[in-house]
């Protein structure tokens, strides 16, 4: 199974599902919003699950409701 950095099943993405989704990589241009993108790459982490401070992190908590991958899936841009 797929999972996004922030933790969300890739599998049930509209994006991924046609073919359109970069993932959370530097290749989306959307990755540049993300609030969480830059923190677990400089934590040498795949997601935002491997980080052992993630249900204590504000910005974990914050960047979920306003993730711009999933946003722009649901059209709330």
């Known amino acids: 199974m797929w999972v996004s950095g922030c933790g969300y099943s890739c599998g049930v993405c509209a994006l ?21 993108y830059p923190c677990f790459e400089a ?7 491997q980080c052992g401070d993630r249900l204590k992190c504000k910005k974990y908590s914050t960047a979920l409701k306003h993730c711009p991958i999933r946003r722009s899936m649901v059209g709330h841009w």
Do not use: M, Q, V, Y
């Open 43 to 49: 934590k040498g982490l795949d997601t935002c699950l």
């Open 16 to 36: 991924r599902a046609n073919g359109t989704c970069l993932g959370c990589s530097g290749e989306n241009k959307l990755t540049s919003l993300c609030k969480l």
